[in-house]
């Protein structure tokens, strides 16, 4: 149970960002015993998968605080943060730290699946909004947005693990407000095409 839902979490938070969850995970399984990778996916806490991670991290971080380059991003993203969420549910939830559960070590297709699922439904909604973020605020709401999405993906990660019964909360509020924000964004620049068109 708790591993299906710090699964659920790692993967919602990777739709923000594919490479923190990833590298928590990573960082956790090689430094601590809170995390215990099963073989198969013991490769995510070598250091050439840390480096690469944090490499790419670094070129998310900056790249997705650029008005239009952010959008680009996103269509990379598109495969990209489902892949990673699905890769790191399946791992999480397959490992014998979190839950003893024999039956989602046996079937970490139900965790792959499962986080490409909720990590393409986050990416989805990121994506989505973001053009009406950059449109509506004419490009400076870009890294207000990317910072607050990378803060979440970090938040969220470490509510995964360490606080799994509070995914549910966390997604359910985080879910209301993109859905808010999306919706006043849309608002904002139709009221603005409209007072724009009108002059």
Known sequence: MFAVL???????AAG???????????L???????INLPGEWQ?????????????????????DKIPVVDSINDI??????PASGGIIAAATQSASSLDDSSFMREHTWIGLIG???IAGIVHAGKSTARPAVNLGSA????????TIEDVSSFGLSLIAIFLPLLVIVVLIIGGWVLWKFAR????????RRYAEDVT
């Open 115 to 117: 986080g490409i699922v």
């Open 139 to 146: 490009g400076l709401g870009a890294p207000i947005v990317s």
């Open 6 to 12: 710090t699964g659920a979490g790692l993967s919602a």
């Open 28 to 34: 956790l399984a090689r430094f601590t015993d809170v």
């Open 16 to 26: 923000l960002n594919a490479y923190i969850p990833f590298l928590i995970v990573g």
């Open 76 to 81: 990379a993203g598109t495969v990209i943060r």
């Open 184 to 191: 006043r964004m849309r608002s904002f620049a139709r009221r």
């Open 43 to 63: 490769w995510i806490e070598s250091w050439w998968a840390l480096g690469i991670g944090a490499v790419l991290l670094i070129s998310e971080l900056v790249l």
